[in-house]
């Protein structure tokens, strides 16, 4: 119940007290109980509402645990299936480092019509419902030389589907000597939440000559 709502209920008590008088004192104060009583009551129901509220919905920060769910203005229902937080180093090739941050498969679910386009150009998602694998990593280039294609380029999954990535959003194509490209996000659409583990590559290059550079996989388990 509204706070308006409850000072309108009040405000009857009191205008009740106000017209009558002091023989009638007894029967407004037991008005004025019933009133609050009233008020109590339809509080309670308020809290006990409150109290309803799916512990699940996540309205304010990151889901973090398998089961929460956002409802996404733009996306529709997005569920959390699974989650690891690895926060490994891995030297995948000589000076050239990647550390996976962590890894979330969630739920597309019920996704606008006016969402269509975006979820099938930007994530792969045909459809009203499907899968992404959210990547988050880091890539360090501590050689003397400057490297590109460095975002992840392939992951192949426990099941043996292999997925090569064909766009890059917002994500760092290229690194100069001795940097790194920090909290870099990719979004790769899966089939199916059966995997246990998923395997991703870095495919990088040197630009000046170019010449592509051999790099181990970072595998990962949930």
């Known amino acids: ?124 998602i045909s459809g009203k419902q499907g899968y992404d694998l959210q990547v988050v990593y880091t890539v360090e280039n501590e050689t003397d030389s400057k490297i590109g294609h460095t975002p992840l380029s392939k992951l192949v999954l426990s099941d043996g589907e292999q997925i090569t990535r064909g766009i890059f959003v917002d994500e760092t194509m290229s690194l100069e000597p001795h940097s790194k490209a920090s909290n870099q996000i990719a979004h790769v659409a899966i089939p199916s939440q059966d995997i246990t583990s998923v395997s991703l590559y870095l495919e990088p290059t040197y630009e000046s000559p170019y010449v592509n550079i051999d790099a181990i996989p970072v595998d990962v388990a949930f």
């Open 1 to 124: 119940m509204s706070k308006l709502r409850k000072l309108a209920l009040l405000g009857i008590a009191s205008l009740g007290l106000a017209a009558c008088g002091s023989e009638n004192v007894a029967e407004d104060n037991q008005e004025q109980a019933s009133s609050s009583t009233s008020v109590a009551s339809e509080s309670s129901a308020v809290a006990e509402s409150t109290s309803e509220i799916d512990p699940m919905l996540v309205t304010n920060g990151p889901m973090m645990k398998v089961g929460q769910y956002v409802n996404d203005p733009a996306y529709g229902k997005l569920s959390l299936a699974k989650i690891t937080i690895p926060e490994i180093r891995s030297e995948v090739s000589s000076g050239i480092f990647l550390t996976i941050h962590s890894v979330k498969l969630i739920n597309f679910e019920n996704i606008p019509d006016s969402s269509a386009y975006d979820a099938s150009t930007y994530i792969g």
